[in-house]
């Protein structure tokens, strides 16, 4: 892999399908943004993302990865980072909706195959076709890292459940039909980490036992509230309070007790897709960065970056771009092979966030004034790119699972 601000492929089906996407991106989508006024602290509703999902859709890029079945092109991980890669550098406000990552079939992960033909028919392929967008409701206030400190419960009623509890970070909530809410079964307990078991009293010394659950957010005891606004200004996150709201039985998403591990059986796997989406908003950081340095004059007329000291920090911020992509593209070939990648997906969440805030911080300096000025897209990177060290686990969680992987080897 050699570093470039703008990759080619040597796979004509990656190239031609970076092509196109980045035509979309810079063209008829960023038309479309420009007509409606949509900035990243836009407060976007239904109104404005269905037509994106839809159009997305008709070009073949929503649910791209999905299976031939589903309307996809079985992407390889390899490829469909690619595409990710390609939504961080257009910097485009409503990229995350092109593929299906804010409230499509990206947001709902690899769910499908855990669904019954009701499920599907109801809510997954409606989904696919842009019909429907969905939250994933797993984080609370105090049961972050720590998700199996879940205060949220399920309870059995007759034909269905009744769950209660408080939501935070729902990623499109604001905008969504229905929630995957992942819920301790009250006064229950299982092994759903080491695949089941009989159900014993939680309260007798059993392990907590969670289940995972479509609830429609229209549903009685449903609550939608505005969440709290992440540093990055942008109004996608939502709070989802249930308060004794009744699920149908035939809405529990798997077995019950399965729901953690259909929770987390989708993180190793999102873990590294994340990264190539910040690998691209990063270069789009590095590539404003050079040209304005390309560009601004100093004193006697020269360009900023014919300064040592600019030309060494673009050179370090080059260079750790390059790394983070290159052992971020490794793990995911390795991913398609079919290896165990939860070690290197740490290792690469790891190094690609710190790296990136490495590179906007770099970025901001170099700036200047206008680094610090709302409104520039530098600023809103360096936010952006700033929360990317503690969202889907700090950089601290993911050097306790490093560690762990580490112990487990065999020398």
């Not at 993302?49 to 991980?77: A, C, D, K, M, T």
């Not at 990623?171 to 006064?187: H, L, N, Y």
């Not at 007798?204 to 990055?232: E, H, N, Q, W």
């Amino acid at each position: 892999m050699t570093f470039s601000l703008r990759p080619s492929y040597d796979d004509p089906q990656v190239a031609a399908l970076v092509d196109r996407l980045r035509d979309y991106l810079d063209g008829e989508l960023a038309d479309y943004e420009r007509e409606r006024g949509i900035t990243h602290e836009s407060r976007l509703t239904r109104s404005d993302l269905e037509p994106v999902w839809q159009r997305s859709r008709e070009l073949g890029f929503y649910g791209i990865h999905l299976p031939e079945e589903y309307g996809g092109q079985n992407l390889s991980y390899t490829a469909l980072a690619a595409l990710k890669e390609e939504i961080g550098a257009g910097g485009r406000v409503l990229g995350h909706s092109v593929l299906g990552d804010m409230g499509g079939p990206l947001r709902a992960g690899d769910i499908l195959r855990h669904a019954t033909v009701y499920q599907l028919d109801e809510y997954l392929l409606p989904l696919v076709r842009g019909e429907r967008a969905c939250c994933f409701s797993l984080t609370e206030t105090d049961a972050g890292s720590d998700v199996r400190s879940m205060r949220t419960t399920a309870v059995r009623d007759g034909d269905g459940y009744r769950l209660t509890g408080h939501k935070v970070f729902s990623s499109a909530g604001p905008f969504a039909d229905f929630a995957i809410v992942v819920a301790r079964m009250a006064g229950q307990a299982g092994e759903e980490e080491v695949g089941g078991g009989t159900a014993t009293d939680e309260k007798a010394g059993g392990k907590p036992s969670f289940s995972a659950f479509l609830v429609d957010l229209d549903s009685p005891g449903c609550r939608v509230v505005d969440g709290a606004t992440p540093m990055s200004g942008e109004h996608i996150e939502s709070d989802i309070v249930l308060d004794n709201c009744h699920v149908p039985a035939r809405n529990l998403l798997g077995a019950e007790g399965e729901g953690m591990r259909i929770a987390l059986g989708r993180v190793t796997t999102n873990r590294l897709l994340h990264c190539p989406t910040v690998i691209g908003a990063t270069r789009r950081a590095l590539a404003l960065t050079l040209d304005r340095t390309r560009h601004r004059p100093v004193a006697g007329g020269r360009p900023l970056l014919t300064l040592q000291a600019i030309q060494h920090k673009v050179a370090d911020m080059a260079t750790d771009l390059y790394a983070a992509r290159a052992m971020t593209y490794t793990a995911l070939a390795a991913l398609d092979q079919g290896n165990d990648v939860r070690t290197e997906a740490f290792m690469c969440k790891l190094f690609v966030a710190e790296a990136a805030f490495r590179i906007l911080d770099q970025a901001v300096q170099i700036h200047g004034k206008e680094g610090l000025t709302q409104g520039n897209e530098i600023e809103f990177l360096f936010r952006k790119i700033r929360m990317f060290r503690v969202l889907t686990g700090t950089s601290e969680i993911q050097r306790n699972g490093i560690a762990h992987g580490l112990a487990a080897m065999t020398p």
